[in-house]
């Protein structure tokens, strides 16, 4: 046991130091912030900025560790699908996901738990939680910005 362990821990150490040379989840540059919904109070986009922001918008805070990989690779991973999902600072393009927001926030799903784990004043109470669900659906309303109607919709 103890050959195996001498052995594991420098595999281990060489392992970590090689995976910090794969290039994915390098890139930390933030696109410009081009616009913003229409929010419905200055108090839903603060609640919006602490608690999601950070994965759907252009203004990503990138901590120590998404230097580092494997943590820098599912930190640009999970920006990516965020920003994909919906995305603050893009708001003219359409937000396929921007009418399920309030739904997922009042469902607790909402800023992500492994989310959570590491940024803690992005939790949430039930009153800022209801607050910014309610102000979710003032401002981006029913069916979301710029989504695209399907062809039933449009009637044909």
Same mark, same amino acid.
């Given at each position: ?5 001498? #052995?594991?821990?420098?595999? !281990? ?15 930390? +540059? ?16 603060? !609640? ?8 759907? &918008? ?10 580092? +990989?494997? +943590?820098?690779? #599912? ?36 800023? !992500? ?10 939790? #949430? &109470? ?11 659906? +003032? ?14 919709? !449009?009637?044909?």
């Amino acid at each position: 046991m103890k050959r195996f362990l001498r #052995l594991l821990v420098p595999s !281990l150490v060489v392992l970590v130091v090689l995976i910090q040379f794969v290039p994915y989840g390098r890139d930390h +540059a933030n696109p410009a912030a081009r616009d913003e919904p229409k929010w419905d109070k200055p108090e839903t986009r603060a !609640l919006a900025k602490r608690a999601c922001f950070d994965c759907h &918008s252009n203004e990503t805070a990138w901590p120590w560790y998404s230097h580092v +990989a494997p +943590a820098s690779w #599912l930190l640009r991973h999970d920006v990516d699908e965020g920003r994909s999902e919906m995305n603050f600072s893009e708001w003219s393009k359409p937000q396929d996901e921007a009418d399920k927001a309030s739904k997922m926030v009042r469902k607790e799903r909402m800023p !992500l738990r492994k989310y959570l784990l590491l940024h803690p004043d992005a939790r #949430l &109470s039930a009153a800022e939680r209801d607050v910014l669900a309610s102000g979710l659906d +003032a401002t981006i309303g029913v069916r979301g910005p710029a989504k695209k109607m399907t062809e039933q919709e !449009l009637g044909n």
